[in-house]
Structure formats: structure tokens, C-alpha cells
């Protein structure tokens, strides 16, 4: 996950799914809860980091798919 971590995917080809879905791996909350490390801060950050990427990618997918 962490490789991938806030970046735009597709699913793979074998998972046949109706739509073309787009994904963004990220973090579980959960694990920024038990983080006890000095990177504790920069992982928060990045997480919110991948949330704003996500949210941003989300609303250009919809004003592209409005019609007009």
C-alpha cells in the first residue's frame, strides 16, 4: 500500500466490475491512532495529504462529467 500510497489506481483487469473505477490507497486511521513513532506528525500529514488529493480528484471527476 505504502508504494502506492496517494496515488490515482485502477482495479486490475480480473476483478470485473461494471464501472472503471478509480482508487486511492492510503493509511487505515486506525494505524495514525497507534503511531507511536517520531514519524508520527509526517505520517498524520501525509494521510490528510492523501484526503485533500482524493477530494480534489473526486470534484474534477465530477465537473467533467457534468453535461453542458
Do not use: C
Request: zero cysteines; a neutral charge.
Amino acid at each position: 500500500v505504502t508504494a502506492h500510497r496517494g496515488e490515482w489506481l485502477r482495479l486490475p483487469a480480473p476483478l470485473e466490475v461494471a464501472s472503471d473505477p478509480m482508487v486511492m490507497a492510503t493509511i487505515h486511521p486506525s494505524a495514525l491512532l497507534r503511531d507511536r513513532s517520531e514519524r508520527r506528525k509526517e505520517n498524520y500529514d501525509s494521510f490528510v495529504a492523501d484526503l485533500r488529493a482524493a477530494s480534489a480528484g473526486l470534484a474534477a471527476m465530477f465537473r467533467e462529467n457534468q453535461p453542458g
